[in-house]
Antibody
């Protein structure tokens, strides 16, 4: 079965760090474009970051310089290292597969992991 | 960055009604436009890709149209299980989502 399972969310103080994981099954992370999307409580979807199959990485301006997307091919897992966290980073974080270059759809999503930044 | 303007932000309709949501891009994105359904507490689900293609397994009452800057998402006959928030998404250079449309039953 093709699926994504996120983990690593929790409560962290402002200025702290957290690493999210997204374990894939049924397909190979390194052969696909993978992304993180977040959703603040009661708000819409916000794209956060993407890693291309070739390794190129891109970030939303709101997280550039603070967040790092990466993958571990041996574990078939995607990561999001989040540093210098702010209250406005509080959100459910989803990992998703992007179906590039066939089309640009986010076709497989994880269940999400909640990150709360608060003192 | 290409911005997506989605409207309305919410709507209320009766079961069986035709529901239409629009999404406007700030510049030409050809047909690189996708639509998602998100139910409360759940991850988004892909419904339509490349503006008008129905994802496998999605009911045919859902459809999409448009190209360039103006796109439309339609539910031909609203069902109780369609209560959700719907989002458009473009991926011209980097991805962006529209603000969402919350669909409720009247």
């Amino acid at each position: 079965e093709v699926q994504l399972v996120e983990s690593g969310g929790g409560l962290v103080q402002p200025g702290g760090s957290l690493r999210l994981s997204c374990a894939a099954s049924g397909f190979t992370v390194s052969s696909n474009y993978m992304s993180w999307v977040r959703q603040a409580p009661g708000k819409g979807l916000e794209w956060v970051s993407v890693i291309y199959s070739g390794g190129s990485t891109y970030y939303a301006d709101s997280v550039k310089g603070r967040f790092t997307i990466s993958r571990d091919n041996s574990k078939n897992t995607l990561y999001l290292q989040m540093n210098s966290l702010r209250a406005e980073d509080t959100a459910v974080y989803y990992c998703a597969r992007v179906r590039l270059p066939v089309d640009s759809a986010f076709d497989i999503w994880g269940q999400g992991t909640m990150v709360t930044v608060s003192s | 960055d290409i911005q997506m303007t989605q409207s309305p932000s919410s709507l209320s309709a009766s079961v069986g009604d035709r529901v239409t949501i629009t999404c406007q891009a700030s510049q030409d994105i050809s047909n690189y436009l996708n639509w998602y359904q998100q139910k409360p507490g759940k991850a988004p689900k892909l419904l339509i890709y490349d503006a008008s293609n129905l994802e496998t397994g999605v009911p045919s009452r859902f459809s999409g149209s448009g190209s360039g800057t103006d796109f439309t998402f339609t539910i031909s006959s609203l069902q109780p299980e369609d209560i959700a928030t719907y989002y458009c998404q473009q991926y011209d250079n980097l991805p962006h989502f529209g603000g969402g449309t919350k669909v409720e039953i009247k």
